[in-house]
């Protein structure tokens, strides 16, 4: 397989480059490093895949960049590029969800219309489902966002739909609901409850103590991914949610985080922010229909993959904690 991949030194798109190289395919990905979180945890990303030849990194715009050419003859396109995070998304902020959200997005579309034939894979989010009337949420239900985050991934997701039923382009729009695992954002809350677990810091969370969220691991993430972008004989304009199937709320993911440390560590709250849904929660059954896709990750393993992979790059050489001899071997690539 040919693949392009934008927004390839984030967080999900980096993981997503390792398991298609994994999987012998050669990638072009394309990023240009937002200083949205830490550049260097972007280039930490990207570090392993620049070491193999058939990957091939190109720092640029998506909404610049010579598209056309960069897709060349690719079998595909995994639009993973955008803006993401709620809070930031109002006000002055708004101008760079749309530019990265929403531009980007239709220039990507416009190329994939230009070349023919090209599947493109957008990430799209939960987020377009806004506080809804009834869980689980489905493809079905009418979207109300409830950020301007939400907002511009809802419009990309119209965009790709309406590339695919005006002009043919095969697109597949994938609804992601939080997702969690070894190299997530660091502004994302599990990150953030890690962060203070291992280096003694306070917690600090921003929302009611009952949210709950539909965590989704990014392995089980990028599995749904490749399977979109490789499964034929997939409707136009098709639309489904990967979600973990397993939600809990914040204290839950607290206690489940202390019960892997084995000790407790100090959490303060703050009130939610405007954007800030009370839950998210997914049905996967459309996934599972025309990708033959289910989560298969737990949230205790995940999360335990995440603590290992953090304490890892942290370095902490005196364990905190009984039997955590040899985190390295536990832990599967990347
Ligand atoms: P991320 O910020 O780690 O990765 C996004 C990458 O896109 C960044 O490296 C950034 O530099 C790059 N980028 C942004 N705009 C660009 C542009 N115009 N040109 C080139 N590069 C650009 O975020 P992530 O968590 O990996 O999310 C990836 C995608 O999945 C995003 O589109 C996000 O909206 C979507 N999503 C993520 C989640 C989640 O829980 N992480 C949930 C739902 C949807």
Redesign the pocket.
């Known amino acids: 397989m040919k693949a392009v991949v934008?927004?390839?030194?984030?967080?999900?798109?980096s993981a997503l480059c390792h398991s298609l190289l994994a999987q012998d395919a050669h990638v072009v990905g394309?990023?240009?490093?937002?200083p949205?979180?830490s550049p260097e945890q972007?280039w930490r990303n990207v570090a392993g895949l620049q070491r193999d030849p058939r990957f091939r990194l190109v720092v640029?715009?998506?909404?610049d960049?010579d598209l056309p050419a960069l897709f060349g003859d690719a079998d595909v396109v995994f639009h993973?590029?955008?803006?993401?995070g709620v809070r930031t998304s109002w006000a002055k902020g708004f101008d760079e969800y749309a530019?990265?959200?929403v531009?980007?997005t239709q220039r990507v579309l416009e190329a994939a219309r230009e070349r023919g034939g090209l599947r493109v894979v957008y990430?799209?989010?939960?987020?377009v489902y806004g506080n809804a009337v009834s869980y689980p949420c489905r493809e079905t239900d009418l979207p109300a966002p409830f950020s301007p985050?939400g907002v511009t991934?809802l419009a990309g997701e119209h965009l790709a739909v309406l590339y695919a039923k005006n002009y043919g382009v095969p697109t597949v729009s994938l609804?992601?609901?939080?997702?969690?695992g070894p190299g997530?954002?660091p502004e994302?809350a599990m990150a953030q409850m890690i962060e203070a677990a291992l280096t003694g810091s306070t917690f600090n969370l921003f929302a009611a103590a009952g949210a709950i969220r539909d965590f989704?691991y990014v392995d089980d993430v990028v599995r749904a991914i490749i399977l979109a972008g490789t499964v034929t004989d997939l409707p136009p304009g098709l639309v489904a949610n990967v979600c973990g199937g397993e939600p809990a709320t914040m204290v839950e993911v607290l206690e489940c985080l202390r019960g892997i440390l084995r000790e407790d560590f100090p959490v303060t709250t703050s009130a939610s922010v405007a954007g800030d849904v009370l839950r998210t929660g997914g049905d996967s059954g459309v996934a599972q229909h025309y990708l033959g896709w289910r989560p298969r990750t737990r949230l205790a393993d995940g999360l335990l993959q995440q603590v290992l992979r953090r304490r890892r790059e942290l370095d902490v050489t005196a364990p905190r904690v009984d039997g955590w001899g040899s985190p390295v071997a536990a832990e599967p690539a990347p």
């Not at 990430?123 to 987020?127: D, E, F, I, K, L």
């Not at 609804?175 to 969690?180: A, E, I, L, M, P």
């Open positions: 934008t927004g390839a030194a984030g967080f999900i798109g394309i990023d240009k490093f937002t949205y979180y972007k640029e715009d998506v909404v960049a993973l590029a955008g803006q993401p530019y990265d959200n531009c980007a990430a799209s989010s939960s987020s985050y991934k609804r992601f609901f939080t997702v969690y997530q954002r994302m989704t």
